[in-house]
């Protein structure tokens, strides 16, 4: 066996390596321990191959007079070189991805290439035996050459390597790039690529990266800011703005709790004042649909609060509760004469924050419609309450008593102070006797939310209750 080897250590060579390439294919990258053993121990395998047949890395071929023996050592001599190169590349990159993750894969590359660098030099040196001084020099001038020539692509790929060193945003992360923004899905050698609210794909440059702003959303917690600005009119006094806004904030219950939100005004016209609303939200996917609720409920609110942008003649002479009848969905069945005289029946009633408006499991008397303030809606779980929703202006409530002494299967308590309406309960049976949309619309209103009461009682874990021995010691 051993003759045979020093006879041929070529084929062994080359059998080594086609078992190396063909296990580093089958293993795949699930099992890239596994991947790194059989690669170290086909190293291992071609060096004892070598040592076998009397072949050093470290020196030309021993056999100047047999063409075919000299052949056989240089080629074998390179592969040595290369083997080792990509050997240990692969256990680098490990140690890098081990530690640092995908991010490291930039670095990762360029080490690569500066080891296989130092592998062909090597190989040129002892087993080509070639001038390597004059190898350097020359291929120093031709790098200067290349690189006057690659000046705009090698900032790119040198900025690369400075965003994987310092980190200023990872993969998933979602930023802004000289006013790009997306979501970081790649980041290679010559560029960085964004993943737009819109699904397109940007490709940022690493280099306009490395000198550009950069805002990073996902850094450094969960939270993530959110704004609006709002024009109302300068003849509206800012205090009576604020406190409407500020409702609408309360409003707003996707908006996290312990991170207080705020209104300010941030800019004055002469015909309007510019109004910032500032929140912070748990998931940046949800920006834009937190963001129009925001509009949605600041108009509203500031509605409802007596602000008006350019309304008619005919809005103008009607009252509150008149207008809030052309605001709540469920009665755009009435007509406008039936609208008129179920707005001179409302009668308004005032409340103060945490005041609880309809409790659980009463029966209300009256429909009741929000003019101003923010009202909070729990569910009870069977053990404590859960906040599922916040109603504002133009919202009703008790609609569970009105359409057939059902109980309420919620509690509404004010977060804030503010004026609701009521509407007898005999009174709107009148309408409901002669409408049936009107009678559709309230029971829609009731489904809906009996649905998003079970959706939530689902969702809620169970708290398994401990006994016997662990209980005890619990209780200890």
Known sequence: MLTFLQAHPLIFGTFLIVIDLSLWQILGNARRNLRMCARLLAFVAFCWVMM??????????????DAILNLMATVL???????????????MGHGLMSRVGHTARLLHDVIG???????????????????????LATSGVMAIVVGLALQSTLSDVFSGIV????????????????????????????????????????VVPNSLAAKAKVLNFSSPGSAHGVSITIAIPSSV??????????KALRGTRALLPGRKAKASVKASHLEYNEYELKGFIESIAHKTEVRNLMFDLAHRHLEASGVTWGSGPTSLAWTRQRRLLEEVRIFRSLSQDDRDRLAADMSPVDYQADQVILAFDDIADSLMVISTGVISVSIHDGERFI??????PGEVIGEEGILGDGRSRGEFRSLTSGRLFRIEKATFGAQLEHCRELYLALDNLQHQREEIRESVVMKTPIQVRKT????????R
Do not use: C
Not at 237 to 246: H, K, T, V, Y
Not at 468 to 475: A, D, H
């Open 113 to 135: 290439a500066v080891v296989f660098l130092l592998a062909i030099v090597g190989a040129a040196a002892y087993i080509l035996q070639l001038p390597v001084k004059g190898l």
């Open 468 to 475: 016997g021995f662990l209980g005890w010691l619990q209780k």
């Open 163 to 202: 965003l994987n060193t310092t980190k200023p945003y990872q993969l998933d992360d979602w930023i802004s790039i000289d006013g790009v923004e997306g979501k970081v899905v790649e980041i290679d050698w010559r560029s960085t690529h964004l993943l737009t609210d819109q699904g397109s794909m940007a």
């Open 77 to 91: 001599g390179v592969a040595w070189w290369l083997f080792a190169a990509r050997t240990l590349t692969v256990i």
């Open 237 to 246: 006094r800012p205090r009576q703005a604020l406190d409407a806004l500020d």
């Open 52 to 65: 076998a047949a009397g072949i050093s890395p470290l020196q030309p071929p021993l056999w100047p007079d």
């Open 387 to 392: 906040e599922v929703g916040r109603l504002g």
